[in-house]
């Protein structure tokens, strides 16, 4: 069986934003694994409105990219309280290619919260999609004191947690994917 493909999706195209680095090292993390894995930015698909596609035409590739996950990890920070509109537009603009596959989720926060209220409403939106929400979820806080020089994180309770939320990802991946193909 081939390894499992499990995206990243980059919830905010805030300039400036440090949830670009928690990405990065969620992406790397999921490769060290030897899951195939790559980073969706929602930069790249700055969707304009419900329903309507990139000025470059591009989601597409975005629709192309959910079809073939097995899983999916979002990593956004909290605004307000919430996910950013970007990613819900985002999100919004697939359909049944979500159903029955696994959703983890990394929250990023400067705060000491960690964006925990931003993945509690996040789980019901992916809910809606039909996706299988895993626990734990992985909070961020203090972002800008999150990273060791080497860019690992400096907590290894954090790394731990991120750790165990891709064993559940991995896991539920692996199950549905082999469900979803007929067996010979
Ligand atoms: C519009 C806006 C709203 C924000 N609201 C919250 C919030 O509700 N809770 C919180 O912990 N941080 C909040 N922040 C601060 C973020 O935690 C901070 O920007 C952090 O670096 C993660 O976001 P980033 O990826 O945009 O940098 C907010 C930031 C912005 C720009």
């Known amino acids: 069986m081939s390894a499992a493909f499990v995206p990243v999706i980059l919830g905010t195209a805030r300039p400036g934003r440090r949830s670009e680095a928690v990405a990065h090292h969620v992406l790397d993390t999921i490769l060290r694994r030897n899951l195939g894995s790559e980073l969706v930015d929602v930069a790249d698909y700055a969707v304009t409105g419900t329903g309507r596609d990139t ?11 959910v079809e073939s996950a097995d899983g999916i990890v979002i990593v956004a920070p909290e605004y307000n309280h919430g996910y950013p509109g970007e990613l819900k537009l985002l999100l919004d603009s697939q359909g049944p290619a979500y159903a029955r596959k696994p959703v983890g989720y990394v929250s990023v926060s400067a705060g000491l919260m960690g964006g925990a209220r931003m993945v509690e409403q996040l789980r019901l ?59 010979r």
């Not at 000025?55 to 990219?65: H, K, N, P, Q």
């Open 55 to 65: 000025a470059a035409g591009r989601l597409d590739v975005y629709a192309e990219i």
């Open 125 to 183: 939106v992916t809910t809606a999609l039909r996706m299988i929400p895993v626990s734990p979820a992985v909070h961020v806080s203090e972002v800008g004191d999150a990273f060791d020089a080497d860019g690992s994180f400096a907590s290894s309770s954090l790394q731990d947690v991120l750790d165990a939320m891709l064993d559940e990802v991995e896991w539920y991946s692996r199950v549905m994917a082999a469900a979803r193909v007929p067996a």
